[in-house]
């Protein structure tokens, strides 16, 4: 179990503190768009997709991240239409919510409105691609995910190459951070990604699963953007809608190797997995204490409503 020395072990957001030294934070996935990876529009309308970032909050995640526009390559959107789409999302989510809330966009105008709406961290996939985001991060007081990805924003980046892969991601994220705390960006502000299946084979996901250690020990909380993806479904040989509890392994897996959030789409499950591994940890107690406790274990009962 690697347990890495953070620099800044408590991070202040906006109605939210986090101690990344004893918890493991879950971040909701919330897509606002007609052609989502994972849940192919279902939460484009406006409706939908606050009722899906309230209803992650209520089922137990920390924090929602909001995007307006998939990773994939496609035809570039306007700043002001995906403004469009994730500015009132953040407004609905903030005014019922003390969650920490994030938007996805790498487009510095788009990160300006998502603040003003309440955001409190920019997700950055494409690792300051405009670097004019991270003057936008700086000016507002607001957390920076640096991600790691090769491509210029929504284009194909076919056959990537790596001649040592963990190496050259933590240089790159080690390259980003510096580029973005001469921006004026506070070390206690900065989350690393090192981009599970962003411009990289499946073979190159699973090694970076496996060494995730080398990421978290560079200083700042690492996010594991793991649920559902393609590294998953070609690991396991399952379409996406099976690929929970393969989710629920490289999760816990990245989590033994020092990543402090997750990136999931199924919010109860990633619940149980952190609670647990968490419990394991001495982080938190068990719900309830009863087996072996007294002179007979009482009988089972399957019916029995679980404690709380």
């Excluded at 076919?158 to 190496?167: K, N």
Aim: aromatic share 8%; with cysteine.
């Amino acid at each position: 179990m690697f347990m890495p020395e953070l620099l800044e072990p408590i991070h202040e957001f906006s109605r939210q503190t986090i101690d990344f030294s004893r918890k493991i934070a879950i971040m909701a996935v919330i897509n606002r768009t007609p052609d989502s990876f994972y849940d192919a529009g279902s939460t484009f309308g406006l409706d939908e997709a606050v009722n899906a970032a309230l209803q992650a909050i209520e089922d137990g995640a920390d924090w929602v991240d909001i995007g307006g526009v998939p990773f994939s390559p496609g035809p570039e959107l306007a700043w002001q239409d995906e403004a469009e789409r994730i500015v009132p999302v953040i407004k609905a989510v903030r005014e019922r919510s003390n969650a920490i809330i994030s938007a996805d966009t790498f487009q510095p105008q788009v990160a300006q409105a998502a603040i003003e709406a309440g955001a409190d961290v920019i997700n950055d996939t494409t690792g300051l691609a405009y670097p004019e985001l991270a003057a936008v991060v700086a000016k507002n007081n607001v957390h920076l995910v640096i991600t790691h990805s090769l491509a210029k924003p929504r284009t194909i980046y076919p056959r990537p190459h790596y001649e040592d892969v963990v190496a050259e991601i933590r240089q790159y994220l080690q390259d980003k951070v510096q580029v973005a705390i001469n921006a004026g960006i506070s070390p206690s502000k900065i989350i690393v990604d090192p981009g599970h299946d962003l411009n990289k084979n499946t073979r190159h996901t699973l090694e970076i699963t496996k060494s995730f250690q080398a990421f978290a020990d560079l200083g700042f909380p690492a996010l594991a953007a793991v649920s559902n993806k393609d590294f998953i479904g070609e690991t396991l040989n399952l379409p996406k809608a099976e690929r929970t509890l393969g989710s629920m392994v490289a999760a816990t897996i990245c989590a033994m190797n020092g990543a402090r959030i997750l990136r999931m789409h199924n919010i109860p499950e990633s619940l149980q997995t952190v609670k647990f591994f968490e419990a394991t940890l001495g982080w938190r107690e068990p719900a309830y204490q009863i087996h072996n406790m007294g002179d007979v274990n009482p009988p089972a009962h399957p019916e029995r409503e679980p404690i709380k």
